[in-house]
């Protein structure tokens, strides 16, 4: 059955991102490599978890006005979770596919914004 494996990425919601990047850096030691966040391999898989911020404003993560963060949901078959998300009235967003995987996201009950990663083979 499709399900979730892991947790690719977890990001915030910042009303100074870049403050907040140094505080991270100088406090606990993060490396942010830049357009892409912090990144923490998960060994011998294609997919790593990231941990980024993005600005107040952005609607990446869903409705600035009540969500502050949202979580990447690491899955090993797309097309089955997004089938088994619709048996619950769930739709997903269309798949977006990159060179590092495919795409989608969706809402739960309470409208928190979630994202779907599907990393692309090895």
Same mark, same amino acid.
């Given at each position: 059955? +499709? ?7 977890? $990001? $915030?919601? !910042?009303?100074?991102?870049? !403050?907040?990047? +140094? ?11 830049? !357009?892409?966040?912090? /990144? ?5 898989? *294609? ?16 409705? =600035? ?6 979580? *990447? ?12 998300? !619709? ?14 995987? /495919? ?8 409208? *928190?914004? $979630?994202?779907?990663?599907? =990393?692309?083979?090895?």
């Amino acid at each position: 059955m +499709a399900g979730v494996v892991g947790i690719g990425g977890v $990001f $915030f919601r !910042a009303h100074d991102p870049d !403050a907040l990047r +140094a505080r991270y850096v100088e406090a606990l030691g993060v490396e942010f490599d830049g !357009a892409s966040g912090a /990144r923490f391999d998960h060994g011998g898989d *294609n997919a790593s978890m990231v941990f980024e911020l993005f600005p107040h404003s952005s609607t990446y993560i869903g409705d =600035p006005e009540r969500q502050t963060a949202m979580v *990447n949901f690491l899955v090993s078959d797309m097309d089955g979770i997004i089938e088994r998300l !619709a048996g619950y009235g769930v739709t997903a967003e269309p798949i977006e596919s990159e060179s590092y995987g /495919r795409f989608s996201w969706a809402n739960d009950p309470e409208g *928190n914004r $979630f994202e779907l990663w599907e =990393p692309a083979s090895t």
